[in-house]
């Protein structure tokens, strides 16, 4: 915790304003370390949030732009999942389908019913399993990227409790 550059209150970590005399940090005071900036004002790790010469900033601003950029990411790990689950989805339909066809075969060339169904078995889990395997990977990215979201949010000095309980429902809508 730091102190209010103006009445020398402690500051919650996260704050961008004191709620004592309501002084709006400096980018000098909310980032000490002058690298993170490019001359125009510019954040070098987030090219898209800018940053005025000015403090001009306030917490409904930042939090709108986050909010903007963090609803796309998650819409974005959630179409990963949902690929995911359709791969797993048609592995399972080609199981299926490959499992029957193979039987149908095995009959036609006249082999008995058990071979024609252990042949259509064999020809269904060389197939599908491999394509159902590859589904549980997709969508396990998906996930991924769902879990380093909630922790970039989670632990964003950017953005107030408020403004992390409103992007985090926003996960949960989708």
Avoid: W
Wanted: aromatic share 4%; proline share 3%.
């Amino acid at each position: 915790m730091k102190p209010c550059p103006k009445c020398q209150v402690e500051l919650d970590g996260y704050a961008l304003r004191c709620k004592s005399c309501g002084h709006e940090l400096t980018k000098a005071e909310l980032y000490p370390s002058a690298e993170l900036f490019h001359e125009k004002g510019t954040i070098s790790s987030a090219d898209s949030l800018s940053v005025p010469e000015k403090s001009t900033l306030d917490s409904s601003t930042i939090a709108r732009k986050l909010s903007g950029r963090y609803s796309d990411a998650y819409t974005e790990a959630h179409v990963v999942v949902s690929a995911g689950g359709i791969i797993k989805g048609i592995g399972g339909i080609l199981a299926v389908i490959i499992l029957i066809g193979g039987g149908e075969i095995g009959h036609k060339i006249g082999v008995g019913a058990g071979l024609s169904i252990g042949l259509g078995f064999a020809l269904s889990c060389i197939v599908s399993i491999p394509i159902y395997v590859l589904g549980i990977l997709v969508s396990s990215q998906g996930q991924t990227q769902l879990a380093v979201l909630d922790t970039a949010i989670n632990s964003s000095r950017l953005l107030q409790d408020d403004d992390v309980a409103k992007i985090l429902s926003k996960r949960f809508s989708l």
